[in-house]
């Protein structure tokens, strides 16, 4: 789950879906870029079934980085991340 600006938690398919608004296209578009139909990337959006690679090349074709990551207790990060290292 993420969080939206207010700091309410969001779904991964609201995300992608504001996504798609900030960058001018639509859902159906984002589909065919990621080489997918439409059909079937909405049916992923309905049973929040995208995955991680997924979201990684969403993140390429929109040009924008995606990041995950857990926290530990210790404060230390482990993330994975779209952006070349």
Known sequence: MSFNREGGIMSTSNLIKNLCKEKGISVAELARRIGQTPQNFNKKLKRETVST????????????????????????KLTITSESQ
Do not use: K, P
């Open 53 to 76: 690679e997924e979201l990684m090349e969403i993140a390429e074709v929109l040009g924008v980085v995606f990041e995950q990551s857990y926290i530990l207790e210790n404060g230390e």
